[in-house]
């Protein structure tokens, strides 16, 4: 069966640094790995996909995505955290049938000023 | 354009009764999905529907139902409410109904029984 885990329920990090939030994947086959992000009291916002090809993903407002086969992650990334990117984040993946993804139990970021 | 339009957004019903949600995806887009968010159990699937169609299930109980009609527009309905029905319910449309190409979701109606 198709799953997602988020190993870190929260991640803080002070604004203006890295940040990673973390995702592993089990699949079969080839993954379709996505990465959501919710604002308080809003639905879900599609940040980026990865299909196939580069390793490295580009999505929205400045976040990417690497993914790694061989350690089945794909790792969500931004250069410079912004106290605005505090959320929270979902990665998810089809899981067979129609049109169902699987979500992981979500990451809250909080970026402190 | 327009996004994914749920209604209303919150509600407050007691229990014992019976709620419908509504949920208007982005134009053209034929496929609607359901979501229950709860603290506890997280993102949870629901139903899907694709041109009035239920094409999967989740393992919710029969006091959780859905319909799509013919302008897409799809509603949920919850009969005999719990406590444990507070969540936030989401829907979520797609023009493929191809969940390799993910969704485009509403913001959601909160739902608390007391």
């Known amino acids: 069966a198709q799953s997602v885990a988020q190993p870190e329920d929260q991640v803080n990090v002070a604004e203006g640094n890295p940040l990673t939030v973390k995702c592993t994947y089990s699949?079969?086959?080839?993954?379709?790995l996505f990465w959501y992000v919710q604002y308080p009291n809003r639905g879900l916002q599609f940040l980026l996909k990865?299909?196939?090809?580069?390793?490295l993903v580009k999505g929205s407002y400045g976040f990417e995505a690497e993914f790694n086969k061989s350690q089945t992650s794909f790792h969500l990334k931004k250069p410079s955290a912004l106290v605005s990117d505090s959320a929270l984040y979902f990665c998810?993946?089809?899981?067979?049938?129609?049109?169902?993804?699987?979500f992981g139990a979500g990451t809250r970021l909080a970026v402190h000023p | 354009k327009a996004g994914v339009t749920q209604t209303p957004r919150y509600l407050i019903k007691t229990r014992g009764q019976q709620v419908t949600l509504s949920c208007s995806p982005i134009?053209?887009?034929?496929?609607v999905s359901w979501y229950q968010q709860t603290p506890g159990q997280g993102l949870q699937f629901l139903f899907e529907?694709?041109?009035?169609?239920?094409?999967n299930k989740g393992n919710f109980p029969g006091r959780f139902s859905g319909r799509q009609f013919s302008n897409s527009r799809s509603e949920m309905n919850v009969s005999t409410l719990e406590l444990g029905d507070s969540a936030l319910y989401l829907c979520?449309?797609?023009?493929?109904?191809?969940?390799?190409?993910?969704?485009?979701f509403g913001s959601g109606t909160r739902l608390t029984v007391v």
């Open positions: 998810a993946v089809p899981s067979g049938g129609y049109n169902k993804l699987i």
């Open positions: 529907y694709f041109s009035e169609t239920q094409r």
């Open positions: 699949v079969s086959g080839n993954p379709y």
């Open positions: 979520a449309s797609s023009l493929r109904g191809d969940s390799n190409y993910g969704y485009t």
């Open positions: 990865y299909i196939t090809g580069d390793n």
């Open positions: 134009s053209g887009h034929r496929s």
